[in-house]
């Protein structure tokens, strides 16, 4: 498990900032270098996220989401700015950092689930504690709950190719859950499933938000997104569009 400071925070992570937003993301800015060419990803992206948002992030192939989820996600760094999350300035961590704050303040749900194929549904849940160094019984006893939370209390011990997409798709939510994140990110979480199970998926993230989780949904799709309480639009690296519809 991560060493903690005297303020209860992960060891070797910058002090907090006065800021109340969950996330601050401050003149982002992502650039990658294409032989002599620069291309700009990301062009002064600012914005912020409170506790229990539950925003959707949405845009065409190329327009910058997926490199936004990255940062968000703290699976990259920004080339420019400033990115704070739960009072951690992340912008400046090294990577063993990232991966620290990553495991201990983002839930990650994918659109093609990442489940382990021979493990159980409990299994598949008890990973991030196992990672996190929880012991047997106690973490049997949180992927048990956070199985229920996503009502598959009863598909424990079932494998994913006993699972419907659907509750492969919630076995993912679970395991994203498990840890009691800060943030509840979603990649496509409804790509990979039919019109009537994606209806279905979107009712258990609007649950899970009114019971105080905070959703960031990275989606194509507008439908989907219009779901949210909250719409970024993303074009050519710039927000194009904040606008909150609830």
């Not at 070797?12 to 270098?33: C, D, F, H, R």
């Not at 409170?50 to 992030?57: C, D, M």
């Not at 009114?210 to 909250?230: F, M, P, S, Y």
Request: aromatic fraction near 4%; charge should be negative; charged fraction near 25%.
């Amino acid at each position: 498990m991560d060493e903690e400071n005297g303020n209860g925070k992960a060891a070797g992570v910058p002090p907090v900032s006065g800021g109340e937003a969950l996330i601050s993301m401050k003149n982002i800015w992502k650039t990658y270098q294409m032989g002599t060419e620069e291309l700009h990803a990301l062009r002064d992206v600012s914005f912020e996220v409170k506790r229990n948002e539950y925003l959707a992030i949405i845009g065409p192939s190329g327009s910058g989401k997926s490199t936004l989820m990255n940062l968000i996600g703290c699976l990259d760094s920004p080339t420019k700015g400033e990115y704070w999350i739960n009072g951690h300035l992340v912008s400046d961590m090294t990577d063993d950092e990232l991966a620290r704050i990553r495991n201990k303040e983002i839930g990650f749900v994918f659109q093609t689930f990442n489940l382990l194929a021979r493990a159980t549904a409990l299994h598949n849940v008890e990973l991030p504690l196992i990672y996190a160094g929880m012991r047997a019984g106690e973490r049997h006893d949180q992927a048990q709950a956070a199985l229920a939370s996503v009502e598959l209390g009863d598909r424990v011990m079932h494998r994913p190719n006993e699972l419907s997409g659907g509750q492969r798709q919630r076995v993912a939510i679970a395991r994203a859950l498990v840890n009691h994140p800060s943030i509840l990110l979603a990649d496509e979480p409804t790509g990979a499933l039919d019109s009537k199970t994606s209806i279905e998926i979107m009712h258990l993230f609007e649950k899970l938000h009114e019971e105080g989780n905070t959703i960031i949904l990275v989606t194509h799709e507008r439908d989907i997104a219009a779901r949210a309480h909250r719409v970024i639009t993303i074009r050519d690296g710039l927000i194009e569009k904040d606008e909150r519809l609830k």
